[in-house]
C-alpha cells in the first residue's frame, strides 16, 4: 500500500521560530511537492522536486525552503516562521515518467500554528 | 499559468444526485482529475479523465469534460453520507505538476 507519511500531524511555533516539515514517501516516486490549503484559497504550491537535490519554485515559494537530500524525504524549512503561515501543510508525491497518470499520493496534512 | 475555478458549497440530500463543476484554463491539459478529502485528512484520488476522453463512469461516479469550453464536472449518483468531504479538480500540464481549483465542500442531508 503507498504511503506519504509527514513527520507532524499538529504544531505550534512561535513567531520567528525554525520550523522543519518531514515527508517520507515509499514508494520510489521522483517527484515531490509540498502545497499549503488554507480555506477559501485551495491549494497552492510552495516548491516540488525532480529528482535528489533539485528543487523547483511553485507559486508562493517566499518565506520557504526545501531540501532533498535523498530521494525518499523532502522537507519544508521555514527559517522564520511568522503568523501568516499558519496552515495546513500537504506533502504529495508521484512518479517521474511522463507517460503516467501524474496522480499524486498525498500525506495526510501538518497543520502549522504559528503564534 | 493553468488556473482552476471551482464553485465552493453544495448541499444534496442523502440518496439524491449531486454534480459538481470546474472549468480549466489550460488547453493542453493532458489529464484532469477529481481528488476528494475527507475532514482532518490529505487529498485521495478519486477519478481521473484522459483529455481525449468526454466521458468515463466508474460505478456512482461520472465525469464530463467539455474540451471546447473547458469544462469539467463530476456527477455523483446515490449521494451518501460518506460523500461529505471537499472536492477538488485539478488539471496537469505538460510539465507533471497539478494546478488545483479551490475546492468545493459537499454536505450530504441524511
Known amino acids: 500500500d503507498v504511503k506519504v507519511t509527514q513527520s507532524s500531524r499538529y504544531l505550534v511555533k512561535r513567531t520567528g521560530e525554525k520550523v522543519f516539515l518531514e515527508c517520507v514517501q515509499d514508494?520510489?516516486?521522483?517527484?515531490m511537492f509540498w502545497y499549503r490549503q488554507d480555506p477559501g484559497l485551495g491549494l497552492r504550491l510552495i516548491y516540488f522536486?525532480?529528482?535528489?537535490?533539485?528543487?523547483e519554485k511553485g507559486d508562493i515559494p517566499e518565506g520557504y525552503s526545501v531540501s532533498r537530500e535523498k530521494k525518499e524525504r523532502f522537507s519544508l524549512i521555514l527559517e522564520s516562521a511568522s503568523t501568516n503561515q499558519t496552515s495546513m501543510y500537504l506533502c504529495?508525491?508521484?512518479?517521474?515518467?511522463?507517460?503516467?497518470?501524474?496522480?499524486?499520493?498525498f500525506g495526510e496534512g501538518s497543520r502549522l500554528t504559528v503564534l | 499559468g493553468e488556473d482552476v475555478e471551482q464553485s465552493l458549497f453544495l448541499s444534496v440530500r442523502e440518496g439524491d444526485s449531486s454534480v459538481i463543476n470546474c472549468t480549466y484554463t489550460?488547453?493542453?491539459?493532458?489529464?484532469l482529475y477529481w481528488y476528494k478529502q475527507e475532514p482532518g485528512a490529505g487529498l485521495q484520488l478519486l477519478t481521473y479523465?484522459?483529455?481525449?476522453?468526454d466521458m468515463k463512469q466508474d460505478q456512482r461516479l461520472t465525469v464530463l469534460l467539455n474540451k471546447k469550453d473547458k469544462h469539467l464536472s463530476l456527477r455523483i449518483a446515490d449521494t451518501q453520507t460518506g460523500d461529505s468531504a471537499i472536492y477538488f479538480c485539478?488539471?496537469?500540464?505538460?510539465?507533471?505538476?497539478?494546478?488545483f481549483g479551490k475546492g468545493n465542500q459537499v454536505v450530504v442531508i441524511p
Open positions: 522536486s525532480y529528482d535528489v537535490k533539485m528543487k
Open positions: 504529495a508525491s508521484s512518479y517521474g515518467n511522463s507517460g503516467n497518470t501524474g496522480e499524486l499520493f
Open positions: 485539478a488539471e496537469r500540464s505538460g510539465n507533471n505538476r497539478l494546478a
Open positions: 489550460d488547453s493542453s491539459s493532458t489529464y
Open positions: 514508494m520510489d516516486h521522483e517527484n
Open positions: 479523465i484522459f483529455s481525449n476522453m
